[in-house]
């Protein structure tokens, strides 16, 4: 199997995965709304290192691929304590 048909089959798992997070969301209340939403961001950012690593080819320029991971993860962090501190 290419590294690109392994990727694409993660984007898929983590896409279908994403989609029954996002359909099963208005039916959730308490605890449950915050923990939905640290999971699809979660899920995000595991599709964007991915696509970095696999479609763009970022595993070859690793400097390349740590300073997107940091940007990316430093926004994902960012992301997650709003949605947090939304909750209380």
Sequence with gaps: MTPETRAWLI???LSATSTALAVAGPSLNG???PTAAVALLTLAWAKVRVILTD???LRAA???LRGFSLVIGLYTALLLVLVL???W
């Design 11 to 13: 984007l898929l798992a």
């Design 31 to 33: 605890w449950a709304i």
């Design 55 to 57: 479609y763009l080819g």
């Design 62 to 64: 690793p400097v390349w």
């Design 85 to 87: 501190a939304g909750r």
